[in-house]
């Protein structure tokens, strides 16, 4: 395996220097030379129009897809309500699971989790549930434990788990120690049904580049997945499923790290990962104040308030809404973005939601790219008299 | 209080523009800096070590060039940098980064604290950390916002979670991840500069560590990339024209059309 430049072919064209998404290519005497940290991803071999550049392909796939079966969505829950985001990775799962014709399984730990059934409505053909009063908060060296040992017992071949701070903080850790892949906060997932893989892609370069990446010799296949990405599906009440409770066993499984306090974030009433309508502003509010203006409009529209990280750095609003890539992913019905350019990282966040509208000053702003509908003009006219419309209606 | 730091180099992705020509990154006039959430590691290292006394190592896996992140977390105040640089080590993903970088800790000896960064700019997946504590089987703890105490071989801090805020206590040593509420990186030092010009940073390669080539860049990595491409923005947007007022007017149509308002 590995890449092979054919330097009797190659006429130092240049054509594939500009495609290598890691830049590793360059033309020195004529002819291209490669740096190290080539990822094999076939950018030059496509591009290069003399077949100088030799991809040989990825090995045959080990026979590992046999003794694995199934499909296991981590089903998050906190305070006992289970996470949106575990519906939607159902809704994904079960998609995966026709295809690959197979089960679709929820994990779920915590302590007194009514809805459990809710997971079976929407999508899951067992359920296994591991219910403890150690396990009520979420506890991630517990979970880590308890995931490998489930995940040795029935060997699934796909495990996905939301990319939230618990899935980001312990999958990572029942991957290092079942010395399998796994692909980070995902955006889509797909599967490639001759060679029965798992295709996970993902945004990387904040967000500048797409990876799809695949883990082939390795089993289970994981992924964390971005929440608001995937929709859920309506629950179908009378679908049928299976729990299976399994023992949380005290013994073997300890804690290292012990959790002595939390001390939750009451900024906002409603919650931006949560909301269906998200009025965001930016540094063109110019001050902490005129988010006032803002906070009027969300609360006519029953909206959360959003932010760009520039105003979060600049103190004018919590972190807890900052939207983009280092803040959260949100996937609202309406995403109205005001005083915000746009920059890759905030678009990172939410260029998912399905309507989004721009009110920004300048028509040059990349907001205006992934704009539903745009107002170019200044945020202090156009905000007050939405506001004003929406009341006298 | 030993505290090792895992740095990264990256390029500066901030400026990183896509030429709407070609469709491909600009990459003139981009330089290579520390991965900017691998500063407050790097602080917070610095910081621990004035407070308790022992050292700071910064340590990084890297191309030759990876040495000036190296100097520069030198000059910023770490007492050593040692450099994991090979060509076998070309190409890792997560879980062969992790397993190096665990090697290497293994060879450095006795630390406390090893502290990452949340996550790297251009690899942007947040699990090397996780994974080394793993293969180190040591604590973990995530998104530390900050160091309240550490006594008696037990440390506590706090991080931040979707919700709010977690108090967590964890035995030494341990791992953890750091956000950059942490603290505010300071500038370098002139002293630090004088002595990172003058720094002798150490290079590990396949041989140093002892660790099995298969295991290690590419050929350890369990996750390959298969293409890479560069997102669509496809925008059939509609911008209002005409007086400002009409807009508005236009824009809540189409959010009534929609049953939004
Ligand atoms: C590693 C990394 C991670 C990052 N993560 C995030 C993230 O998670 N989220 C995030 O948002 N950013 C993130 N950023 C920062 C991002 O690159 C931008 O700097 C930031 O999003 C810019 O915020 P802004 O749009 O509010 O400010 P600016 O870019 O300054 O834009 C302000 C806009 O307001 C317009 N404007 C000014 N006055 C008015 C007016 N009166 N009426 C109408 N419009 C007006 C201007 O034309 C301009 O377009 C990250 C950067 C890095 C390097
Ligand atoms: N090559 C590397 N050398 C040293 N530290 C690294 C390397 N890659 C990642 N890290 C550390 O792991 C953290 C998370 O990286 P990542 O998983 O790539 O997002 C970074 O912030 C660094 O602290």
Not at chain 1, 242 to 260: G, Y
Not at chain 1, 345 to 355: E, F, K, N
Request: glycine letters at 10%; charged letters at 25%.
């Amino acid at each position: 395996m590995g890449i092979q430049i054919d330097l009797d072919k190659c006429v130092g064209c240049g054509d594939c220097v500009p495609v290598c998404p890691f830049g590793l290519l360059e033309i020195v005497d004529d002819k291209v030379q490669l740096k190290e940290g080539c990822t094999l991803c076939g950018a030059c071999q496509e591009a290069c129009g003399y077949e100088a550049i030799l991809i040989e392909a990825v090995s045959e796939v080990e026979a590992v897809s046999d003794s694995h079966q199934g499909i296991w969505v981590f089903a998050e829950q906190r305070n006992g309500k289970l996470k949106g985001v575990a519906y939607e990775l159902l809704a994904k799962g079960r998609e995966l699971a026709n295809t690959l014709q197979t089960d679709l399984s929820a994990v779920c730990f915590g302590h007194g989790i009514d809805e459990v059934n809710r997971l079976i409505a929407h999508g899951a053909d067992k359920v296994y549930m591991v219910d403890s009063p150690d396990l009520a908060i979420n506890q991630e060296d517990l979970y880590a434990q308890q995931l490998i040992e489930l995940i040795r017992q029935h060997k699934p071949e796909i495990v996905l788990a939301g990319a939230t701070s618990l899935g980001r903080a312990f999958i990572p850790r029942v991957a290092a120690i079942l010395k399998t892949g796994l692909t980070a906060d995902c955006t889509g997932l797909d599967i490639d049904t001759e060679n029965r893989l798992l295709r996970q892609t993902r945004p990387t370069f904040g967000g500048n580049i797409m990876a799809t990446i695949i883990c082939q010799t390795k089993r289970p296949q994981m992924s964390t997945v971005r929440p608001r990405v995937f929709k859920k599906n309506e629950p179908d009440e009378k679908r049928k499923g299976q729990i299976i409770k399994v023992d949380f066993n005290r013994e073997s499984i300890t804690s290292k790290t012990k959790l002595l306090n939390f001390v939750e974030d009451l900024t906002e009433t409603v919650k931006i990962e949560e909301a269906d309508i998200i009025v965001s502003g930016g540094r063109g509010l110019g001050k902490a104040e005129n988010f006032q203006l803002l906070r009027e409009l969300a609360s006519v529209m029953g909206a959360a308030v959003g932010a760009s990280r520039a105003v979060v750095d600049e103190g004018w609003i919590p972190y807890s809404h900052q939207v983009g890539q280092t803040g959260k992913t949100v996937c609202p019905k309406l995403y109205i973005a005001c005083g915000i350019s746009g920059a890759v990282q905030h678009l990172a966040g939410m260029q998912t939601s399905d309507i989004i509208v721009a009110i920004n000053d300048n028509p040059n702003a990349p907001i205006f790219e992934v704009a539903t509908f745009g107002i170019v003009g200044d945020l202090f006219k156009v905000v007050p008299m939405l506001t004003e419309k929406l009341k006298n209606q | 209080m030993n505290v090792i730091v895992c740095l990264k180099q990256v390029p500066g992705t901030a400026q990183v523009k896509i030429d709407p020509e070609t469709n491909t990154l600009i990459r003139e006039g981009i330089e290579n800096v520390i991965n900017p959430f691998d500063t407050y590691a790097l602080e917070e290292g610095v910081r621990l070590k004035e407070r308790f006394g022992g050292k700071v190592t910064a340590m990084s896996m890297g191309p030759p060039q990876a040495e000036g992140a190296l100097r520069e977390a030198v000059s910023l105040g770490a007492d050593e940098a040692i450099l994991l640089s090979d060509k076998a080590f070309a190409g890792a993903d997560t879980w062969a980064t992790a397993y190096t970088l665990a090697s290497a800790v293994n060879k450095l000896g006795q630390y406390d604290i090893i502290i990452c960064g949340r996550q790297t700019l251009d690899g942007d997946t947040g699990q090397v950390g996780p994974e080394l504590s793993e293969m180190l089987e040591v604590p973990f703890v995530a998104y530390v916002s900050r160091i309240e105490e550490i006594a008696d071989g037990q440390m506590r801090v706090q991080r931040m979670v979707e919700e709010g805020h977690e108090v967590i206590e964890a035995p030494l040593p341990t791992v953890i991840t750091v956000v950059k509420e942490i603290n505010v990186p300071r500038l370098p030092s002139l002293r630090g500069i004088v002595k990172s010009k003058s720094a002798v940073i150490p290079v590990w390669t396949v041989p140093d560590l002892g660790v099995d080539q298969s295991r290690v860049g590419l050929a350890g990595s369990f996750t390959k990339v298969i293409k890479v491409f560069f997102p669509q923005r496809v925008c059939q947007g509609e911008i209002f024209q005409g007086e400002l007022g009409n807009q508005v007017e236009c824009l809540m149509g189409k959010l009534k059309d929609a049953g939004l308002v």
